[in-house]
């Protein structure tokens, strides 16, 4: 009979554990699992250590009964020393495998953080401009930090401990039901709602806690602007209002978190009580059937320590629930950024390049394209029907208004985007056939903002190119030499975050040098040259002819001093190719371009400069 009331009081704790876990949304750590397969066996391992442990620390208590009944006996001979020194030899061993399973497990939890964080990364590196371009950067940043910290610790620490709960439960009521079945099944009746009460809180605090991490990110984001934005901040005086802004999300921040606390605080209280109650039923029905003599002292004190261990482990599910669900959300986060799929991707069978040791030929076939839409709104077209040929080792211009579309149309060379109507082919082939990494190894590309990294100037110069003796040559083509040479290290001088030291020309040029530095056929400049002053333009621009006159180049520009030489010239407007040719044929045309350029002589002459000619010998008129 004691034996199946045993086994149905093991069942009944854990039909209890296993739906005070089953909490909603617990499914968002499945992706966990192929991580837990890299290292099963130190998981394997370190719950072994668990059980073996709390199988251990449970019979302390069975032997100090036989000890108290010894001496209550009137034996203080070598039986009590004997239990006592078997109770210190278990509690030892019981010490040392504790030790182990923490070691062992959460080792495994950093290792698993150390991969996600990694997988993460790599994720990240695969996604286009377009998933940037919708997804804040805080965000990013808050999953990479706080959520990879609440999914280790649903990884290690909640592992453990969840299964010291189920192995310190099936230990205690076993000894339990060996004392007393009366008494166990009695004291069992408070401690049967903490199950219940831990589902009801669980969802709810997952619920907040998935609040909390959604408003971090939002915090982060906006500390991260304005850090990076310092200067902005500081020039219109928008200090104190941006302290207010930050205030502000800092307030609703911490009131998340103290409904969260809350919640959690009330958890501690209820487990608390319920475990109050079990222990005065102890008291009251084990005290009066040990007077009676239906068990012993050392059994009654047994049952108090054995109710403990119960009830310990129960109170303790309450955390675990709460680290599973922190976990779980966190996991639901980070898996929408491994849910990401890029837009731009390499074919399953890419086609090669013929050889070369100059420049390529580009052509654009009847090309249309829009910007990926933000939210339901459809994004306009951009231009459509574009088409031209760059022959190989020419220079094409790309000239237009703010607005016309100049950007986007030699960002799709490098597919930064694709377009949604006609081809692009390099060489004769559709970039569309050819890998990604293919490409881009042929391509330098200089965006209008200028990215540098916190790193040396020749650093920042030699990333991406395969010979360090490129990086000096390339710094002098970009007219960067003598300003390099003015700082205190040199080439070796520290930039600090964005390249912040530099001004906006000394950063354009340090990025025009790194595009050189590589060498490859094909160089795409992009506004590159748009906060040099047009004396160094000037310089930068006759230094390029003689450095480029091999690669194919491809230079978008508003200022028509930054394309006039080019080989051929691309004017566009309200998306579409208004004129081509080259300087002369579209001053004779007097079209497009030969009223921008009357614009910017306009410009020049407003602010001092020195008017651009229409041609080598003319005039404005």
């Given at each position: 009979m004691?034996?199946a009331?045993?086994?149905?009081?093991?069942?009944?704790?854990?039909a209890?554990t296993?739906?005070?876990?089953?909490?909603p949304?617990?499914?968002?750590?499945k992706?966990l699992?192929?991580?837990y397969?890299?290292?099963?066996?130190?998981?394997?391992?370190?719950l072994s250590f668990?059980?073996i442990?709390?199988?251990?620390?449970?019979v302390?208590?069975?032997?100090?009964?036989?000890?108290?009944?010894?001496?209550?006996?009137?034996?203080?001979?070598?039986?009590?020393?004997l239990?006592?020194g078997?109770?210190l030899v278990?509690?030892?061993?019981?010490g040392?495998?504790?030790?182990?399973?923490?070691e062992?497990?959460?080792?495994?939890?950093?290792?698993?953080e150390?991969?996600?964080?990694?997988?993460?990364?790599?994720?990240?590196?695969?996604?286009d401009?377009?998933?940037f371009?919708?997804t804040?950067?805080?965000?990013?940043m808050?999953r990479?930090t706080n959520?990879?910290?609440?999914?280790?610790?649903?990884?290690?620490?909640?592992v453990?401990?969840?299964?010291?709960?189920?192995?310190?439960t099936?230990?205690?009521?076993?000894?339990?039901?060996?004392?007393?079945l009366?008494?166990?099944?009695l004291?069992?009746?408070?401690?049967?709602?903490?199950?219940?009460?831990?589902?009801?809180?669980?969802?709810?605090i997952?619920t907040?806690?998935?609040?909390?991490?959604?408003h971090?990110?939002?915090?982060?984001?906006?500390a991260?602007?304005?850090?990076?934005g310092?200067?902005?901040?500081?020039?219109y005086?928008?200090?104190s209002?941006?302290?207010?802004?930050?205030?502000?999300l800092?307030?609703?921040?911490?009131r998340?978190n103290i409904?969260?606390?809350?919640?959690?605080g009330?958890?501690?209280?209820?487990?608390?009580?319920f475990?109050g109650?079990?222990?005065?039923?102890v008291?009251?029905?084990?005290?009066?059937?040990?007077?009676?003599?239906?068990?012993?002292?050392?059994?009654?004190v047994?049952?108090?320590?054995?109710?403990?261990?119960?009830?310990?482990?129960?109170?303790?599910?309450?955390?675990?629930?709460?680290?599973?669900q922190?976990g779980?959300?966190?996991?639901?986060?980070?898996t929408?950024?491994?849910?990401?799929?890029p837009s731009i991707t390499?074919?399953?069978?890419p086609l090669?390049?013929?050889?070369?040791?100059?420049?390529?030929?580009?052509?654009f076939?009847?090309?249309g394209?829009?910007y990926?839409?933000?939210?339901?709104?459809?994004?306009?077209?951009?231009f459509?029907?574009?088409?031209?040929?760059?022959p190989?080792?020419?220079?094409?211009?790309i000239v237009?208004?703010?607005?016309?579309?100049?950007?986007?149309?030699?960002?799709l060379i490098a597919?930064?985007?694709?377009?949604q109507?006609?081809?692009i082919?390099i060489?004769?082939?559709?970039?569309?056939?050819?890998?990604?990494?293919?490409?881009r190894?042929?391509?330098?590309?200089?965006?209008q903002?200028?990215?540098?990294f916190?790193?040396?100037?020749?650093a920042?110069?030699?990333?991406g190119?395969s010979?360090?003796?490129s990086?000096?040559?390339?710094?002098?083509?970009?007219?960067l030499?003598?300003?390099?040479?003015?700082?205190?290290?040199?080439?070796?001088?520290?930039?600090g975050?964005?390249?912040?030291?530099?001004?906006?020309?000394?950063?354009?040029?340090?990025a025009l040098?790194r595009?050189?530095?590589r060498?490859?056929?094909?160089?795409?400049?992009d506004?590159?040259?748009?906060?040099?002053?047009?004396?160094?333009e000037?310089?930068?621009?006759?230094?390029?002819?003689?450095?480029?006159?091999?690669?194919?180049t491809?230079i978008?520009?508003h200022?028509?001093?930054?394309i006039?030489?080019?080989?051929w010239?691309?004017?566009l407007?309200?998306?579409?190719?208004?004129?081509?040719?080259v300087h002369?044929?579209?001053?004779?045309?007097?079209?497009?371009?030969?009223?921008?350029?009357?614009?910017?002589?306009?410009?020049a002459?407003?602010?001092?400069d020195?008017?651009?000619?229409?041609?080598?010998n003319?005039t404005?008129a």
């Amino acid at each position: 009979m004691g034996g199946a009331c045993s086994k149905l009081f093991r069942f009944k704790c854990l039909a209890l554990t296993k739906r005070a876990i089953a909490v909603p949304n617990l499914s968002a750590l499945k992706p966990l699992l192929p991580y837990y397969r890299r290292y099963r066996y130190q998981m394997a391992a370190g719950l072994s250590f668990v059980v073996i442990s709390t199988a251990i620390t449970s019979v302390v208590p069975w032997l100090l009964r036989r000890g108290i009944d010894e001496i209550s006996a009137g034996n203080t001979g070598r039986p009590v020393y004997l239990v006592f020194g078997a109770i210190l030899v278990t509690a030892l061993a019981g010490g040392v495998l504790r030790y182990g399973m923490r070691e062992v497990l959460n080792g495994v939890s950093r290792r698993i953080e150390f991969d996600l964080r990694d997988d993460l990364y790599q994720h990240l590196q695969t996604l286009d401009a377009s998933y940037f371009g919708k997804t804040r950067t805080g965000d990013i940043m808050a999953r990479l930090t706080n959520d990879l910290g609440a999914v280790r610790m649903a990884a290690g620490p909640a592992v453990m401990y969840l299964t010291n709960t189920i192995a310190g439960t099936i230990f205690a009521l076993y000894f339990m039901v060996k004392i007393d079945l009366l008494l166990t099944f009695l004291s069992l009746i408070p401690l049967s709602l903490l199950p219940i009460v831990t589902v009801k809180l669980g969802s709810a605090i997952h619920t907040r806690f998935d609040a909390v991490q959604e408003h971090f990110s939002s915090l982060t984001t906006h500390a991260q602007e304005n850090l990076s934005g310092t200067r902005i901040v500081r020039a219109y005086r928008q200090e104190s209002a941006e302290i207010v802004r930050f205030g502000e999300l800092n307030e609703e921040y911490l009131r998340r978190n103290i409904k969260l606390a809350r919640l959690w605080g009330i958890m501690h209280p209820l487990f608390a009580l319920f475990g109050g109650l079990a222990s005065l039923v102890v008291l009251g029905v084990g005290g009066y059937l040990a007077i009676q003599g239906r068990i012993s002292v050392g059994g009654f004190v047994a049952f108090i320590m054995y109710l403990t261990m119960l009830a310990w482990p129960l109170i303790a599910l309450g955390w675990v629930v709460n680290l599973f669900q922190r976990g779980s959300a966190s996991m639901a986060r980070l898996t929408e950024i491994f849910s990401a799929s890029p837009s731009i991707t390499s074919p399953e069978t890419p086609l090669t390049l013929p050889s070369s040791s100059g420049g390529r030929a580009i052509e654009f076939r009847n090309v249309g394209f829009k910007y990926p839409p933000r939210g339901t709104a459809e994004a306009p077209w951009v231009f459509r029907n574009v088409s031209f040929s760059i022959p190989a080792g020419a220079t094409l211009g790309i000239v237009g208004a703010t607005g016309s579309g100049k950007s986007a149309l030699v960002e799709l060379i490098a597919r930064i985007y694709d377009p949604q109507e006609g081809d692009i082919l390099i060489d004769g082939v559709s970039i569309r056939q050819i890998s990604i990494d293919d490409l881009r190894k042929e391509i330098s590309f200089v965006p209008q903002e200028s990215l540098l990294f916190s790193d040396t100037i020749r650093a920042n110069i030699a990333y991406g190119a395969s010979d360090p003796d490129s990086v000096e040559w390339a710094a002098g083509v970009a007219q960067l030499t003598e300003t390099i040479r003015s700082f205190p290290g040199g080439f070796d001088t520290q930039l600090g975050e964005r390249g912040i030291n530099l001004s906006g020309g000394q950063k354009q040029r340090a990025a025009l040098a790194r595009a050189l530095a590589r060498k490859p056929p094909i160089v795409v400049l992009d506004d590159a040259l748009s906060a040099v002053d047009t004396q160094t333009e000037a310089a930068i621009l006759r230094e390029l002819r003689g450095a480029l006159k091999r690669q194919t180049t491809v230079i978008a520009s508003h200022r028509i001093t930054a394309i006039r030489d080019s080989d051929w010239i691309v004017v566009l407007d309200e998306g579409a190719v208004a004129e081509r040719g080259v300087h002369e044929e579209l001053l004779a045309a007097r079209g497009k371009y030969w009223t921008l350029l009357r614009r910017q002589q306009l410009e020049a002459s407003i602010e001092g400069d020195a008017a651009i000619p229409l041609t080598e010998n003319a005039t404005p008129a």
